[in-house]
């Protein structure tokens, strides 16, 4: 069974502690996304690659940043918490082509930032 | 990427069709229609993709009308556990997934 997983179901950290979250994806998916979502929000893209040691800003990267050393392996970094970065943080991975079943998502990380 | 617009939310008795729909009126030739849901505290989970013909899989059916500017989901015979939030997604050149409020689904004995 293919997958996307994210290394913490849950995670607490304190303000201005350096945070990473994992996702490993195991189907040599060529694109892989960081989401948050936040009630009444949504999902809301941070960042994306569509290629290892490639990243891209989406929505809203003001706070984080990427790391893309290899194919399988998506992190985000919070390099200085806040507390308004408390949310759930969703992986997911895709093909390159759209014409494709389309993104996997992880369980999500759930981020508790006091 | 075209924007979507679905209902906030809906009801549907369980055993019965649950058709929701999507307007993306401002849709390219190019762009593919995804549907996306999302079951309480879990990650969004693929049902179905199409262009511009009318698919169907072992979960849903997806009818695009001609001119592409809406479609409706089917879910043939809804259950409980299909309460969620469904997601219409129009994906242009840049793959990536942009995700709209949804519709609420809930499905009642």
């Known amino acids: 069974d293919v997958k996307v997983t994210q290394s913490s179901r849950y995670l607490v950290k304190r303000t201005g502690e350096k945070v990473f979250l994992e996702c490993v994806q195991d189907?040599?998916?060529?694109?892989m996304f960081w989401y948050r979502q936040d009630p009444g929000l949504g999902l809301r893209l941070i960042y994306f690659?569509?290629?290892?040691?490639?990243?891209e800003k989406g929505d809203i990267p003001e706070g984080y940043s990427v790391s893309r050393e290899k194919k399988e392996r998506f992190s985000l970094i919070l390099e200085s918490a806040s507390t308004n970065q408390t949310s759930m943080y969703l992986c997911?991975?895709?093909?390159?082509?759209?014409?494709?079943?389309?993104?996997?998502f992880g369980s999500g990380t759930r981020l508790t930032v006091v | 990427d075209a924007k979507t617009t679905q209902p906030p939310s809906m009801d549907c008795a369980e055993g019965r069709a649950a058709n929701l729909p999507c307007n993306h009126s401002?849709?390219?030739?190019?762009?593919?229609v995804y549907w996306y849901r999302q079951i309480h505290s879990q990650g969004p989970q693929y049902i179905i993709h199409?262009?511009?013909n009318n698919e169907t899989n072992e979960m849903a059916s997806l009818i695009i009308t001609e001119d592409r500017k809406s479609s409706t989901l089917t879910l043939p015979h809804a259950t409980l556990r299909d309460t969620a939030v469904y997601y219409c997604?129009?994906?242009?050149?840049?793959?990536?997934?942009?995700f709209g409020t949804g519709t609420r689904l809930q499905v009642t004995l």
């Open positions: 997911a991975s895709s093909r390159g082509d759209r014409d494709s079943v389309g993104y996997t």
């Open positions: 189907m040599d998916h060529e694109n």
């Open positions: 690659s569509y290629d290892v040691k490639m990243k």
């Open positions: 401002t849709i390219s030739g190019n762009e593919y």
């Open positions: 199409g262009l511009k």
């Open positions: 997604i129009v994906i242009g050149t840049a793959s990536k997934l942009t």
